[in-house]
């Protein structure tokens, strides 16, 4: 590996990005096809090489789905990433708005790593478990994305979790909280409408401060809570909640006309 040159790195390290076979057998696969990367992916995977690698849907094309990367992205951009601009001119391609919760259904299964910035690798390998190496077809897919919200919890609980990381600022261990409330909008607007409301009045009115991970995370399991008993009275404040979930309860508490205990 040591005698290649810099572009023939690039080269193996987007083969292996693709393909997750070692490095070797990518040089080998590249040397073979001119180190012509799509030509050299699709060939290792329909040859007996890459038999234990996650196989790509009968029929599914990695080169055509490397063609519509490429067509998004800008010339400046790394040429294994698509950033901002082409990001938003691809998702709104798709019939996507940019607000919609199914936005945030699509990155998680194209493994985006930040708001506005796409990756070749989860965008291949994304599109080739979906089935879909066409704009056409990927388009065709959205319905079944925006259903995923409201029909497959799991799924749906990945996607919650996965965005607090997507969403946070390179360098940054919590969530902005303008950025938080934003983004709970998004998700919980349709699934938590019992609270979500008084949620973000707490937050703005006496909370006031960034949203760690824990927060965010404890919050879905929270939600369910809160649609089974309105006005918390089973909360048990010895639970395993953060804290800021047990001075919610207070706001909430005393919005009812609740008697607050002092577990001070």
Not at 66 to 86: C, L, S
């Amino acid at each position: 590996m040591s005698s290649l040159t810099s572009s023939q790195r690039a080269a193996v390290a987007q083969f292996t990005a693709c393909t997750r076979c070692p490095e070797k057998t990518a040089a080998k696969f590249l040397k073979t096809h001119s180190w012509n990367v799509e030509l050299a992916v699709d060939s290792y995977f329909s040859s007996n090489a890459g038999a234990l690698a996650p196989t790509p849907t009968a029929g599914v094309s990695v080169t055509s789905i490397n063609k519509v990367f490429d067509q998004y992205r800008d010339r400046t951009d790394p040429p294994d990433t698509i950033m901002v601009n082409g990001t938003m001119n691809y998702i709104q391609q798709l019939g996507l708005d940019l607000e919609e919760p199914a936005v945030l259904v699509l990155c998680e299964a194209l493994k985006a790593p930040t708001m506005g910035e796409i990756a070749r690798a989860g965008f291949v390998e994304g599109w080739r478990a979906m089935g879909c190496d066409t704009i056409e077809k990927m388009r065709a897919k959205i319905p079944d994305l925006r259903n995923i919200i409201l029909t497959d919890e799991a799924r749906f609980k990945r996607v919650y979790l996965f965005t607090f990381n997507f969403a946070r600022a390179a360098n940054q261990k919590s969530l902005p909280l303008d950025t938080a409330i934003e983004y709970w909008k998004l998700l919980l607007g349709k699934k938590w409408k019992s609270h979500i409301d008084l949620w973000i009045e707490f937050l703005q009115r006496d909370y006031k401060k960034s949203i760690a991970k824990d927060t965010w995370n404890m919050l879905y399991d929270f939600v369910p809570l809160c649609e089974q008993d309105p006005e918390l009275k089973e909360y048990d404040e010895e639970g395993a909640w953060p804290s800021i979930l047990d001075s919610f309860v207070e706001f909430v508490r005393k919005r009812s006309g609740q008697v607050v205990m002092d577990t001070t």
